[in-house]
């Protein structure tokens, strides 16, 4: 590893020390909540020290914090401290942070927004044509564009159908699918610069219909949003009409 | 003598029934399949592959169904590494690092085939080498272990994880050891095992159960991958096949001493525990490279340094199933997804294992590196294919893949948010040089380590000499001390003046 390398390693370890330090210490005073020597609970006596049920997080927790301990010494003497502000230091890297940031908001709006309210073919189509058209090729104006298409989607569904109660309704899938199809519009309006572009609206939607039938019929499992604005038609139309023909 | 024949009617057996059902093969070719792209795919590895496949067949599909699709994509993944690696200059996985060494100086030269061919066939071997020496090795480690109790498997869980992360991190020793803290402090979520006492819930009833074992697998092994490969790469220029893949009886002889020494090392460092392919392939590289008269040549293009890590890879599949099947230790990170889908089976690796699971595996394993033989001698030329998909166009939909297999496992939309939590926290580890191994194995033995050591306090009523009065208990007690104590800095100075000490 190269020396510069290392200085910014040790410039990330103090910072990373310093949140195990504040990590382990709140665990362990969370740990107190516990009984450890022997609580007396309604008239009934607990367990001894040796077999109380913080006795092996308390050992965890105090272990991290010696070793937290000494990844902060490692990396005050290694320089990791001086350097623990400065930009070079932190290795911070705007393109990096840009590409990291719109992948976290996109996967953060898929699994927290979209996936338990919106039907699953429709927000995974989604999903796979952000990620590839804002990815391949490394565009930051595509990053954009395909995060705030995602997250659009994803903010919309949790905001106005937030509760578990409303998570049946399609308002949110029609906007998923019109933000899907005037993505996949300007995906093949680029595909001529990116001939690889041509190929995302197939995969986008076989992907995620294959998958979901799999799991769904093939191996019999729960899969998300079952009531959704496709899935509901394919569950309709294969224990109706496509089941009773073998069946039968 | 006797006992080596019960072994092999036991497992000819097992061999027999797995061969005469047709739905045997649909799931083996399959997943070896799979496993080949995946390992192929440079973005995506075998423990990638173990774990997806898990989400997918872990609990829905008969057990013996489930561990052939397994163990077929972990030895085809392992394989599948070596394309990009002689074709592109790209390991496809870790464990291939090495093999991209040798591998892409002999393409260049025009031998890509009959390096192709050699890997193929070496690849078979090793990991038939791996698997006779579990089918032999797990049968006296099993007598052994019948001896253990609570403090031995305290000890041996502390061990695993100690030594995983003493052996998996690339910067300081320290932060493998934070990272297996990390994974056992996550196991102690929810009801503990004996008492039923409620820890770290902060209310929320999901957490009574604790922390499920797919989804942190997926998100600790997926989102971080997932993650760090969506970005633009150039393809890399990919060297044309030339000359026939099928390789030739007399070369493959000539290789052979090379072949039987790395199947030997890859299944030893396989066997320990936490330590992966890639470890193998190295070690047995550096030892080819010292032993071999033509180790000069090493990473110029020599063949023997290719089969060198190409074998050894492959070997330490059976080695990293000893400790798994044997003590419900991880021999490698791939062995840990193995082991969640063992635990979501509700089948507990370690001494108490059905004999005929051990059986069933070693059968399995010996089909799926016959079918990998086979896909690998006649249908390279898909693989070859798979090498030009960009992984910006398949990493979305393995997203989507653990995603839908992570949710169907629990059925509850918490877990996507547990995999998606523990996925970012896996990559920030992985960005300051944690490695994840020692966390996942922390998570799974965690549970097994509370309950022993609890165990072992309570049977003794607290008297901690428990831990020292059993003579497997001091032997395991003096390794955890002796491992800790060789990476402190007086232990390390002690060391290095042994060294420079002559005999």
Not at chain 1, 3 to 23: K, S, Y
Not at chain 2, 93 to 109: E, F, I, R
Not at chain 2, 164 to 188: F, N, P, R, Y
Request: with cysteine; aromatic share 10%; proline share 5%.
């Amino acid at each position: 590893m190269a020396a510069e390398d290392t200085l910014i390693l040790r410039a990330r370890d103090f910072w990373t020390a310093l949140v195990l330090i504040a990590v382990s210490l709140f665990f362990l005073w969370k740990t107190s909540d516990i009984p450890l020597f022997g609580s007396n609970r309604a008239g009934v006596s607990g367990a001894d020290w040796y077999n109380s049920a913080a006795i092996v997080p308390l050992g965890i927790f105090s272990g991290l914090l010696v070793l937290s301990f000494v990844l902060l010494a490692i990396s005050i003497r290694s320089g990791g401290a001086a350097h623990a502000l400065t930009r070079a230091g932190i290795g911070w890297n705007p393109s990096e942070a840009l590409r990291f940031g719109t992948i976290a908001l996109m996967l953060l709006a898929y699994i927290a927004g979209l996936v338990p309210r919106v039907d699953f073919i429709l927000c995974s189509g989604l999903l796979i044509t952000a990620l590839i058209f804002g990815y391949q090729g490394g565009h930051p104006q595509r990053m954009i564009l395909s995060t705030v298409f995602v997250t659009a989607a994803g903010a919309f569904a949790l905001l106005a159908y937030g509760p578990q109660a409303e998570w049946n309704s399609h308002v949110d899938d029609w906007v998923t699918l019109a933000l899907w199809a005037l993505l996949t519009l300007i995906v093949l309006s680029q595909a001529k610069q990116t001939p690889v572009l041509r190929v995302v609206p197939l995969i986008a939607v076989l992907a995620p219909f294959i998958l979901v039938c799999a799991m769904a019929f093939g191996f019999r499992q729960n899969v998300p949003a079952r009531g959704g604005l496709i899935f509901k038609q394919i569950e309709y139309h294969y224990y109706v009409t496509l089941r009773p023909l073998w069946r039968t | 003598m006797e006992f080596i024949l019960n072994q092999l009617s036991g497992f000819g057996g097992a061999f027999v029934a797995l061969v005469v059902d047709p739905l045997t093969y649909a799931y083996l070719i399959t997943s070896v399949f799979l496993g080949i792209a995946f390992g192929a795919l440079p973005g995506l590895t075998a423990t990638l592959a173990v774990t997806i496949l898990t989400g997918f067949f872990g609990n829905k599909i008969p057990l013996d169904y489930s561990l052939i699709a397994l163990l077929g994509a972990y030895v085809g993944a392992i394989y599948g590494g070596s394309y990009p690696s002689i074709l592109l200059n790209i390991p496809g996985t870790a464990a291939s690092a090495a093999t991209a060494m040798d591998g892409y100086p002999l393409a260049k030269a025009g031998r890509g085939g009959e390096a192709l061919g050699l890997t193929t066939t070496a690849s078979f071997i090793g990991t038939v080498i791996g698997t006779l020496a579990l089918l032999i090795f797990v049968w006296v480690l099993l007598l052994i272990s019948k001896n253990i109790a609570s403090p031995e498997k305290a000890l041996l869980a502390l061990f695993g994880i100690l030594l995983s992360g003493t052996l998996m991190s690339e910067d300081l020793v320290i932060k493998g050891w934070i990272a297996g803290l990390i994974g056992l402090a996550m196991a102690m979520v929810g009801l503990d095992p004996i008492l039923s006492e409620p820890r770290y819930t902060f209310g929320w009833s999901y957490m009574l159960s604790g922390f499920q074992v797919v989804p942190v697998l997926m998100g600790a092994f997926a989102v971080p991958q997932i993650i760090e490969g969506l970005r633009h790469t150039a393809t890399g220029t990919m060297v044309a096949l030339k000359g026939r893949v099928v390789p030739k009886l007399g070369v493959v002889r000539k290789y052979l001493p090379t072949i039987g020494r790395s199947g030997v090392i890859g299944t030893g460092v396989g066997a320990l525990p936490g330590v992966g392919e890639d470890v193998a392939g190295w070690v047995s590289y550096g030892v080819g490279k010292t032993v071999s008269k033509e180790g000069d040549t090493f990473g110029k293009g020599s063949m023997e340094g290719l089969l060198s890590s190409e074998t050894a890879n492959n070997a330490c599949i059976g080695g990293a199933l000893i400790p798994l099947l044997v003590l419900g230790i991880p021999g490698s990170p791939p062995a840990a997804a193995l082991m969640g889908a063992f635990k979501i089976n509700n089948v507990i690796p370690g001494p108490t294992i059905d004999p005929e699971i051990i059986l069933r595996v070693v059968a399995i394993m010996v089909l799926a590196s016959f079918t990998m033989f086979i896909m690998g001698l006649f249908t390279a030329k898909i693989f070859i294919r798979i090498l030009r998909i960009p992984q910006t166009v398949f990493l979305p939909v393995v997203m989507v893949l653990t995603t839908i297999g992570s949710f169907s496992v629990g059925g509850g939309i918490n877990d996507l948010y547990l995999m998606l939590a523990v996925g970012f926290v896996a990559y920030f580890m992985n960005l300051m040089k944690y490695p994840i191994a020692p966390l996942v194995i922390g998570v799974i033995l965690g549970g097994l380590f509370d309950e022993t050591l609890r165990r072992s306090l309570l049977l003794s009523d607290g008297d901690l000499s428990v831990f020292v009065s059993r003579p497997g208990a001091a032997i395991l007690l003096m390794l955890n001390l002796a491992l800790v104590l060789s990476q402190l800095p007086l232990g390390k100075r002690l060391l290095a003046r042994m060294k420079r000490t002559p005999a």
